[in-house]
């Protein structure tokens, strides 16, 4: 039983990845089976005036590079790199010839999976060891969520659950259906990640405790992790420069309170 357990937990993460990718872009397929003979289903699954945004930018990678222009912007504005991801999409789309609302959807499958995989990767850096910790706290990261909101209204006392627009925690909505919100959470979770190595690295250089590398390879895996985070935090400040002062911010006092 036990080595029938063990096996079986070897397929328990990938399924449960499967599981919330699908669920993540079920709302997509649902539109496009239930619209209605004679109409054309445009792929707004959240607020549409965002969702064309988006998509107005995977559009133009037909007749530009990176750089693209804000269509709704009341002036004429100059091509921009600032959207750059969704263009990047859109050479993709256009290499596989998808049209720009399939090529949304793409983006948004493949940033769920790389989101997906690099939590649990950080996971397992932060709870060696045990399969079934890791898997307990993947389906914890997941799945759980604030207390509810319970608010007073004129019928009484209400309970209901924080909207994701105050609150990224929600049970259930670890993912979103926005491919550049996915990649940003995406890199914070890498950020932090390659942050562990870098940590484990430097403490074992500093203690002077590593007898299995020599301090040379430990110092070049420091600085490899160290570039990498430089790329990684370039990147993410393209997306979400916000995002990406906070993440930063949070780092810088840590190492400075662990020093």
């Known amino acids: ?42 792929g707004a699954v959240h607020y549409p005036r965002d969702y064309f945004y988006y998509l107005s930018f995977i559009s133009q990678a037909k007749y530009r590079t990176l750089l693209s222009i804000d269509q709704n912007a009341i002036d004429p504005l100059p091509p921009i790199v600032f959207n750059w991801m969704y263009t990047a999409l859109g050479k993709i789309g256009n290499l596989l010839l998808f049209p720009p609302d399939i090529t949304y959807q793409v983006g948004v499958i493949l940033f769920s999976l790389l989101y997906l995989l690099v939590s649990y ?23 759980a969520g604030p207390m509810p909101l319970i608010f007073h209204t004129e019928a009484g006392w209400a309970l209901d659950a924080r909207r994701p627009w105050y609150s990224y925690g929600n049970a259930l909505t670890r993912l979103t259906n926005v491919p550049s919100h996915l990649a940003i959470q995406m890199l914070i979770m890498a950020t932090l990640l390659l942050s562990c190595f870098w940590l484990i690295k430097a403490s074992a250089l ?26 990684i935090g370039a990147i993410s400040a393209s997306l979400q420069p916000l995002q990406w002062a906070m993440s930063s911010g949070i780092l810088f006092l840590t190492s400075i309170l662990l020093s």
């Open 121 to 143: 990767a950080l996971i397992q850096k932060l709870l060696p060891g045990s399969k079934t910790q890791q898997t307990i706290a993947y389906i914890f990261f997941l799945t």
């Open 206 to 231: 500093l203690m002077k405790q590593s007898h299995t590398m020599p301090e040379t390879q430990i110092t070049s895996q420091i600085l490899l992790w160290s570039i990498f985070m430089l790329i």
């Open 1 to 42: 039983m036990m080595s029938i357990f063990m096996r079986m937990q070897k397929f328990t993460i990938p399924i449960i990845m499967l599981v919330a990718v699908g669920v993540n872009v079920s709302s997509y397929f649902i539109g496009r089976i239930y619209t209605d003979p004679g109409k054309t289903f445009l």
